[in-house]
């Protein structure tokens, strides 16, 4: 015969992984999970690089040599120069959109940049680039410099970049930029995963003990069922409806990985490894076993989903977290704030995530960060299972922290 846990948490299993949603989100979530990270990041880099564009500015002409000049260079660099002497007719233009701005000399040898979009960086540092190369080398000029020689023995030289692995004791050349961008949108991705699935599925145990609370079917339930039984049949079958689907997504990426690699024989960066996969099952895992008994803990002392919503803030907090701080986390993973958070088990799903999928980290501090949120999760269950023991059954009243509190002191 089955345990009556077994049972709770076969329902629990069965109910999720039979609905259509399930199936949906299962086969569409890591698409839409990554369109969340790649679609913001490229417009970004869209709206920045207007390189292949043909750019239409106007120029104030006062007659002088520096303005011929930066004229002659915006067109030999491709620019669309509206040339004119009268100011209200190019402001006229720039109002009527047939330019985008206009070059004003201000009469000491310099130049203002008059726009209606003064926040295009790509248009503004081209020009600021142009302008300044043009009154540099008029400079040198005057004084008996050849302009062309300072700027070659000027030009920058390129620096390469080689990463060293103490571990296996190799030297690899790398693509600074590019490796910039795997750190970061990686270890982002990853998280945004856990946080998404934390929440809906943490959110789904504390909804349905709500409604069980609410509808006094849980008055029945407890006559056949303890309450411990039916808190960790809730628990761990919802854990193993996101184990499943977590393990359908990662088998997915590292096929779809491998595929891409092999056909285009695209190098797979140390953040795509199947170790990466591996951690992040892990750190799902961990992470909502421990904010699924807090969510338990909290629907069975609240009254409706309002109310639950609200003694939830303080763990929707320590969710959020962690994404605020994933840039400068994969910026400088060594930092005393990325220690912490690493260490601290109610962030450390994501963040020690985010730095061992990022780089090397010290085993130890692997070790700790899970050590310490198996702990917590066997101490939080422990009082989850006391709160829920007692609050499952009190009705009529928003019950407050220091409630809790007080349930949790009780014999």
Same mark, same amino acid.
């Given at each position: 015969?089955?345990?009556?846990?077994?049972?709770?948490?076969?329902?629990?299993?069965?109910?999720?992984?039979?609905?259509?949603?399930?199936?949906?989100?299962?086969?569409?979530?890591?698409?839409?999970?990554?369109?969340?990270?790649?679609?913001?990041?490229?417009?970004?880099?869209?709206?920045?690089?207007?390189?292949?564009?043909?750019?239409?500015?106007?120029?104030?002409?006062?007659?002088?040599?520096?303005?011929?000049?930066?004229?002659?260079?915006?067109?030999?660099?491709?620019?669309?120069?509206?040339?004119?002497?009268?100011?209200?007719?190019?402001?006229?233009?720039?109002?009527?959109?047939?330019?985008?701005?206009?070059?004003?000399?201000?009469?000491?040898?310099?130049?203002?940049?008059?726009?209606?979009?003064?926040?295009?960086?790509?248009?503004?540092?081209?020009?600021?680039?142009?302008?300044?190369?043009?009154?540099?080398?008029?400079?040198?000029?005057?004084?008996?410099?050849?302009?062309?020689?300072?700027?070659?023995?000027? =030009?920058?030289?390129?620096?390469?970049?080689?990463?060293? =692995?103490?571990?296996?004791?190799?030297?690899?050349?790398t693509d600074s930029e590019g490796d910039y961008?795997?750190?970061?949108?990686?270890?982002?991705?990853?998280?945004?995963?856990?946080?998404?699935?934390?929440?809906?599925?943490?959110?789904?145990?504390?909804?349905?003990?709500?409604?069980?609370? =609410?509808?006094?079917?849980?008055?029945?339930?407890?006559?056949?069922?303890?309450?411990?039984?039916?808190?960790?049949?809730?628990?761990?079958?919802?854990?193993?409806?996101?184990?499943?689907?977590?393990?359908?997504?990662?088998?997915?990426?590292?096929?779809?990985?491998?595929?891409?690699?092999?056909?285009?024989?695209?190098?797979?960066?140390?953040?795509?490894?199947?170790?990466?996969?591996?951690?992040?099952?892990?750190?799902?895992?961990?992470?909502?076993?421990?904010?699924?008994?807090?969510?338990?803990?909290?629907?069975?002392?609240?009254?409706?989903?309002?109310?639950?919503?609200?003694?939830?803030?303080?763990f929707l907090l320590c969710l959020i977290v962690?994404?605020?701080?994933?840039?400068?986390?994969?910026?400088?993973?060594?930092?005393?704030?990325?220690?912490?958070?690493?260490?601290?088990?109610?962030?450390?799903?994501?963040?020690?995530?985010?730095?061992?999928?990022?780089?090397?980290?010290?085993?130890?501090?692997?070790?700790?960060?899970?050590?310490?949120?198996?702990?917590?999760?066997?101490?939080?269950?422990?009082?989850?299972?006391?709160?829920?023991?007692?609050g499952i059954l009190l009705t009529g009243k928003?019950?407050?922290?220091?409630?809790?509190?007080?349930?949790?002191?009780?014999?």
């Amino acid at each position: 015969m089955k345990s009556k846990l077994g049972i709770v948490l076969a329902y629990e299993f069965k109910k999720i992984v039979c609905k259509k949603s399930f199936i949906i989100v299962t086969i569409l979530g890591p698409f839409l999970m990554a369109a969340m990270v790649l679609i913001p990041s490229l417009s970004s880099l869209n709206s920045v690089d207007r390189s292949g564009e043909t750019i239409s500015i106007g120029i104030l002409s006062d007659g002088n040599a520096i303005t011929y000049a930066v004229r002659d260079t915006l067109v030999a660099s491709g620019w669309n120069i509206v040339e004119k002497n009268d100011e209200e007719s190019l402001k006229a233009d720039v109002y009527g959109k047939t330019i985008e701005g206009y070059l004003a000399p201000d009469g000491n040898g310099a130049f203002g940049y008059y726009s209606t979009e003064t926040g295009d960086l790509y248009v503004h540092s081209a020009l600021q680039s142009i302008v300044s190369n043009v009154i540099i080398s008029n400079r040198l000029a005057q004084q008996g410099f050849d302009p062309q020689t300072v700027f070659g023995l000027m =030009s920058q030289t390129e620096l390469p970049s080689y990463k060293l =692995s103490e571990k296996e004791g190799t030297t690899e050349e790398t693509d600074s930029e590019g490796d910039y961008m795997m750190r970061l949108l990686v270890p982002l991705f990853f998280a945004l995963c856990i946080y998404m699935a934390i929440l809906l599925y943490g959110q789904s145990i504390g909804r349905s003990v709500v409604s069980e609370k =609410s509808s006094k079917i849980v008055d029945v339930l407890l006559s056949s069922v303890k309450p411990d039984d039916l808190l960790m049949g809730k628990i761990f079958g919802v854990a193993l409806s996101g184990v499943l689907q977590f393990s359908i997504w990662i088998l997915f990426a590292l096929v779809g990985v491998s595929v891409v690699s092999s056909v285009t024989g695209f190098k797979i960066p140390v953040q795509l490894a199947p170790a990466s996969f591996i951690y992040l099952g892990v750190f799902f895992l961990l992470g909502f076993l421990l904010y699924g008994a807090c969510y338990g803990a909290v629907g069975a002392a609240s009254e409706d989903e309002q109310h639950m919503a609200q003694l939830s803030y303080p763990f929707l907090l320590c969710l959020i977290v962690p994404i605020c701080f994933i840039s400068s986390i994969s910026s400088n993973p060594n930092s005393t704030l990325a220690l912490f958070l690493s260490e601290f088990p109610f962030t450390s799903p994501m963040v020690m995530l985010t730095r061992v999928v990022g780089g090397e980290v010290p085993l130890w501090q692997l070790i700790l960060s899970i050590v310490l949120l198996v702990c917590s999760i066997y101490l939080v269950m422990k009082l989850s299972a006391k709160i829920f023991r007692v609050g499952i059954l009190l009705t009529g009243k928003n019950f407050k922290f220091k409630d809790m509190k007080r349930w949790l002191t009780e014999k």
